[in-house]
């Protein structure tokens, strides 16, 4: 069964530090994959989307794709008391033209 | 530009009751996902329209649940006999054609039943 994988949490990080939040996926076929924020009673939102091995930075984001190691990661610079939320790590179903699959989240906790 | 709207918000029925959630996408986006979070578990899709057709409907639980999108805007999802299991929120998503894995999620309609 294909899955995406995350540490439930939660993440405790200090202000301004950098936040790092990691996911596996079992499907070597999947091509996308995508980080969802989530905060409490709300819809997910997309933030970041990535395709290729390497780094993708937008603003305090950086989303890292590691294909050989299905691997994926999001670092949040200067971590600020707003990201406090769930992150979801979702991947593509490579058998589907359409369909995502979802981690169960990573709850993330910004003290100041 | 408006998002993706869903109704009711909540939605309190109970066991052998009818419910019917909608799905308002973003103008323009053909492609309107349906999906489900049960309580303590990962967001699941449950399936796929391009336009008024069913592109992908794998995830569908069983043949209780209904979905349809006739004239390719919004979407209903109509629940008959709603179960106990059946309780959690159902997302909507829409997406544009060509960045169908960027999809845009609604706020959510959480159905409980009694």
């Known amino acids: 069964q294909k899955e995406v994988e995350q540490n439930s949490g939660p993440l405790s990080v200090p202000e301004g530090a950098i936040a790092s939040l990691n996911c596996t996926y079992s499907d070597r076929v999947s091509q996308s994959f995508f980080w969802y924020r989530q905060y409490s009673g709300k819809s997910p939102e997309l933030i970041m989307s990535?395709?290729?091995?390497g780094d993708k930075e937008d603003g305090r984001f950086t989303a890292q794709l590691n294909k050989a190691s299905q691997y994926v990661s999001l670092l949040i610079r200067d971590s600020q008391p707003s990201d406090s939320a769930t992150y979801l790590c979702a991947s593509d179903v490579g058998s589907s033209a359409s369909k995502i699959i979802f981690g169960s989240g990573t709850r993330l906790s910004i003290r100041p | 530009e408006a998002g993706v709207t869903q109704f009711p918000s909540h939605s309190v029925i109970e066991k052998g009751q009818t419910v019917t959630l909608r799905c308002d996408p973003i103008s323009g986006h053909d492609n309107l996902y349906w999906y489900r979070r049960v309580m303590g578990k990962e967001i699941k899709f449950l399936l796929h329209f391009v336009k008024e057709s069913k592109q992908d409907e794998s995830g569908m639980p069983n043949n209780r649940f209904l979905a349809e999108r006739t004239g390719g805007t919004y979407s209903t999802l109509k629940v008959q006999p709603a179960e106990l299991e059946d309780s959690g929120v159902y997302f909507c998503?829409?997406?544009?054609?060509?960045?169908?894995?960027?999809?845009?999620f609604g706020p959510g309609t959480r159905l409980t039943v009694t």
């Open positions: 990535i395709y290729s091995n």
């Open positions: 998503a829409s997406s544009q054609v060509g960045t169908s894995y960027e999809q845009y």
